[in-house]
C-alpha cells in the first residue's frame, strides 16, 4: 500500500520517434512538456493509421523524492488530448495505440492503451496509479534515471482520408511509494 506520491513531473526530453515504414509523425513533440495549451500534432490523411512514439524522458525525479530504502509501488501517467476532423468520419475513431514505460534497457512491462475511442473535446485520461508498477518491478534508481519515461503512440481507426488532428497538450507523470521492505531474518543454527 503507497505511504506516499511525488508531485507530477512533466518529461525534459521529448521525441518523435519513427518506429518504421508508413506512421505519422508528431509536429511540435516537445509541446507535451507543460500544461499551457502548447500541443503537440500530428496530421493524418488516411484511414488506419499509427503515429510514431512520443518519448519523454527524463522526468526529473530524484533522490529528495524519496524516502531512503522505500519501495515503487505505481506509476501513473496522466494525458490531455482531442482530435479534430474536416468532413464526415467513417465508422471508427481515435484511440491510443501502445504506451509503455520505459527503463535503461527501453520499453518494458504491459501495455498500458485503452480502446476507448477518444471524444473530439479536449479529454484527460489517466494510466496506472496506485499499485500499478506498469507490469514490472521499479527501484527508486530506475525512476530518477533520465532514461526513465513512457513512449505513447496513437491510432486512427477507420477514418475517411480527409484530414485528422490529433493534438496532446501534455504528458505527465507521478510515482507512488510505499515503507521499505523488511531485512530478511537471519538463519539462527543451534546445534
Not at 533522490?63 to 515503487?72: A, K, L, Q, R
Not at 482530435?83 to 501495455?111: H, L
Not at 513512449?151 to 493534438?167: E, H, K, P, R
Request: aromatic share 12%; charged share 15%; with cysteine.
Amino acid at each position: 500500500m503507497p505511504t506516499g506520491v511525488t508531485a507530477y513531473r512533466f518529461a525534459s526530453t521529448i521525441t518523435s520517434v519513427n518506429p518504421g515504414t508508413g506512421y505519422i509523425a508528431w509536429t511540435n513533440p516537445t509541446n507535451v512538456g507543460a500544461d499551457d495549451d502548447s500541443w503537440a500534432t500530428a496530421q493524418v490523411t488516411n484511414k488506419d493509421q499509427h503515429t510514431y512514439w512520443l518519448r519523454c524522458i527524463d522526468f526529473g525525479f530524484s533522490s529528495d523524492d524519496f524516502p531512503v530504502g522505500c519501495t515503487i509501488d505505481g506509476i501513473e501517467l496522466v494525458a490531455l488530448h482531442k482530435w479534430t476532423y474536416i468532413g464526415i468520419p467513417e465508422s471508427g475513431g481515435i484511440t491510443d495505440a501502445q504506451i509503455y514505460a520505459r527503463k535503461t534497457s527501453g520499453q518494458v512491462g504491459a501495455n498500458h492503451a485503452s480502446a476507448v475511442v477518444w471524444p473530439e473535446a479536449e479529454t484527460t485520461c489517466s494510466y496506472g496509479g496506485p499499485g500499478d508498477g506498469w507490469g514490472v518491478s521499479w527501484t527508486a534508481s530506475e525512476v530518477t534515471s533520465a532514461d526513465f519515461g513512457i513512449d505513447y503512440m496513437v491510432y486512427v481507426d477507420n477514418m475517411a482520408s480527409t484530414s485528422t488532428t490529433i493534438s496532446v497538450d501534455y504528458l505527465k507523470l507521478r510515482i507512488f511509494y510505499g515503507p521499505p521492505r523488511p531485512a530478511p531474518m537471519a538463519s539462527v543454527l543451534t546445534f
